[in-house]
């Protein structure tokens, strides 16, 4: 998918943006070099993919969800973090198609 311009309106939060465009906050945030929190009026530049989000469960890893998942473990961390916990809601990305295993 392409990229789109967004511009944030009154008491939207990184995260509700990330959920609208089925992306993560980390991403939006690198994508976009911030730091901090948005603000009302600041304009993100979104790439939207397609996707889920799934709960890790006790003995999950990156690696083990990437597996069931059938994506490759640096989808998975490009759109979370390196490491996952217990009750996380990550976002898998199913259109990095050239990066699966």
Not at 50 to 67: C, H, L, M, N, R
């Amino acid at each position: 998918m392409s990229k789109i311009i967004y511009r944030v309106s009154n008491q939207t939060s990184l995260e509700d943006i990330a959920e609208k465009f089925h992306t993560t906050p980390l991403a939006i945030a690198r994508l976009n070099n911030l730091d901090g929190e948005v603000f009302v009026g600041m304009r993100l530049l979104i790439e939207p993919s397609e996707g889920e989000y799934y709960i890790v469960q006790p003995f999950d890893t990156v690696a083990s969800i990437a597996k069931d998942f059938g994506v490759g473990e640096d989808v998975i961390r490009e759109y979370n973090s390196d490491r996952v916990f217990i009750g996380q809601k990550i976002f898998i990305c199913t259109t990095k198609s050239d990066k699966r295993i």
